[in-house]
């Protein structure tokens, strides 16, 4: 199938950090960065937020250092955090009423994968073998065709 000429080609970066609160701003930074230099500027609110709430949850989570993994394809922007930590990730469970919706909004956690399921096309996360580097990766992926503007551009 032929590309579309106003979707950039293919890409990827992975970013490696240390288990340090203050690594989830430079990955903020960086895939801000990386998106307005591949032309994706109207992704980058959302996969900001996208980003930090997987980051967050890594270095929240895990004892050990993380990775912020970012790949465009298709039109999809992937966004993925590895830790070490092999437990899966828990989502918070649907809201039974409008109270609980209320005190998870004054919460201080527990908010993270709510706000991933609710902005994101789709997420889930799988083990990696303990042969490798263990932990698990959490991804989630953000479509370009919402974020097209009235010209077809991204």
Known sequence: MPRNVNEPDPWEYTLSIPNDPRAVTVCRRTLRLILTIHGLIRLTDTAE??????????VCHAKGP?????????GVLRIGA??????????????????????????????????VQACADVWGWYPLPRNGSGGKYVW???GA??????????
């Open 82 to 115: 590895w830790d070490g930590d092999p437990d899966p990730p828990q989502p918070t469970t649907a809201f039974a009423n409008a109270a609980d919706m209320a005190d998870m909004a004054e919460s201080e956690s527990g908010r993270g994968l709510t706000l």
């Open 140 to 142: 989630c992926d953000l």
């Open 145 to 154: 065709a919402q974020f097209v503007d009235h010209l077809g551009r991204i």
């Open 66 to 74: 993380a990775a912020l993994r970012l790949r465009w394809r298709d």
């Open 49 to 58: 937020l996208l980003a930090t709430e997987l980051i967050s949850n890594a």
